[in-house]
């Protein structure tokens, strides 16, 4: 239970302001680039080729209308710091027209998605233990680039469903007199393609590609191993979320009740399709991280002792830093507001008295209380499923059980202990306000 007794750990992290003109710029210029490729397509076949590469875009383009890409420039400067030591020690990279940007997702992933950008989630960043396993990741996805892993894969896919075989399927099957319909749809899933991932073969030869990048460098080739090591786990936490809850949210005046942990039983409990966040050209695909760690562990062994860091490891632990508060910024921006609040409850969790979270708790609770006001909860509430890690659906489970006056009774009673000690965070004073603005009615 928290109290005004508590000693606040104040902090100063307050999120980036996004680059409104960097990102315009930056997209007129990839736009300019992806119409140029889509200009000298292979004539055969084109319009199948154009579809794709008309995909691909649209994927893109959404980063930039969900304002995903960050801009800050020292985290920038920093990540381009660490590209340009690889580029240096290996000639192949230069003149390359590619670029490398934070994704301000909570994803634990990295992804070359085409037209030459690299995105490096947030929510991998956060988790690595020093620049050589952030240098791997990026050579890892500079080898799917150099490589023209999807471009080849778009090609392969085009040269297929153009084959004597498959359009005689095609033809068979629009001949038929029953199931054509469902017989189409098993013919598509099969041939389906989706230039955001690749084959267990390209993830095994962008890690080989990737080590030796790395072996030119300074940085320690360890860092492949260990990354991978990491990314075998990546999705599993331990997090005490009932005890997180009770102890966040347990006032004085206001004690938590055993009844907003209900579980709901039987068969129709939960929701059967459970939401999936994208893990487009994920580090973590077949083959398994352990049979790739096996694979690489000659190289590795073979190559010449690095440093595990090379360009500014004080750096390095500030943005680990910054990455752990800008992703539960960006999933409230996004209107993911559950999974903000889970992360925001973990980190509060070790740092009480954050005068982020607390505000940003407050804020999510205001939010959700403004949702379910006007019905709209399923628009920034992920329903509860079972296949969702246990420990978050028991979050989803706690907020689908709240009513809408105890949502308002939760937020203010948080907040309350704080105020006025933190009302010199204009965060923290917007959601105290608004919860006794709310409570009052």
């Not at 992804?111 to 050579?139: K, P, R, T, V, W």
Request: proline share 4%.
């Amino acid at each position: 239970m928290y109290s005004r007794t508590v000693k606040a750990q104040i902090r100063t992290f307050w999120p980036a302001q996004q680059d409104s003109g960097l990102l315009t710029d930056l997209y007129i210029d990839l736009e300019r680039q992806y119409k140029q490729d889509v200009d000298h397509l292979p004539s055969l076949n084109n319009k199948d080729y154009a579809d794709l590469y008309a995909e691909r875009w649209k994927n893109i383009k959404e980063k930039f209308d969900h304002r995903e890409i960050y801009t800050a420039p020292a985290a920038q400067e920093y990540l381009n710091a660490i590209v340009d030591e690889i580029v240096k020690a290996n000639p192949l990279l230069k003149g390359r027209s590619f670029h490398c940007y934070f994704s301000r997702s909570y994803t634990p992933n990295a992804a070359y998605i085409g037209e030459g950008i690299i995105l490096f989630d947030m929510g991998l960043f956060c988790q690595l233990h020093n620049e050589s396993e952030a240098a791997f990741i990026l050579c890892h996805e500079m080898a799917h680039y150099l490589l023209r892993h999807q471009e080849n894969s778009m090609a392969g896919y085009v040269t297929t469903i153009n084959s004597p075989e498959v359009q005689s399927r095609l033809r068979k099957i629009k001949g038929s007199e029953y199931n054509r319909n469902a017989q189409l749809a098993t013919l598509e899933k099969g041939l389906s393609f989706d230039s955001r991932r690749h084959s267990r073969d390209h993830e095994a030869q962008a890690d080989s590609m990737g080590v030796e990048l790395m072996r030119h460098t300074g940085f320690d080739m360890h860092g492949a191993l260990t990354t991978l090591q990491l990314l075998d786990g990546i999705d599993q936490n331990d997090f005490d979320t009932e005890a997180a809850l009770r102890q966040t949210f347990d006032a004085k005046d206001y004690p938590f009740q055993q009844k907003w942990l209900h579980r709901e039983a039987g068969l129709f409990a939960g929701h059967v399709e459970a939401p999936t966040a994208e893990m487009a050209d994920s580090l973590k695909t077949h083959p398994s991280c352990p049979m790739r760690m096996k694979l690489l562990m000659p190289m590795v062994q073979s190559g010449p002792d690095g440093r595990g860091y090379v360009v500014d490891s004080a750096k390095f632990a500030a943005l680990k830093e910054t990455c752990r508060y800008e992703v539960i910024e960006y999933a409230y921006l996004s209107d993911e507001y559950t999974e903000s609040l889970f992360r925001a409850l973990q980190l509060l969790n070790e740092r009480p008295g954050d005068e982020y979270l607390v505000g940003h708790i407050g804020r999510l609770l205001n939010g959700l209380y403004a949702a379910e006001k006007k019905h709209r909860l399923g628009k920034v509430a992920v329903l509860p499923s079972p296949d969702q890690p246990a420990n978050y659906h028991l979050l989803l489970e706690f907020v689908q059980n709240l009513h809408v006056e105890e949502l308002a009774g939760i937020s203010y009673h948080f907040l309350k202990p704080w105020h006025p000690r933190l009302d010199g965070s204009p965060l923290f004073r917007s959601a105290y306000e608004e919860s006794a603005r709310i409570a009052q009615q």
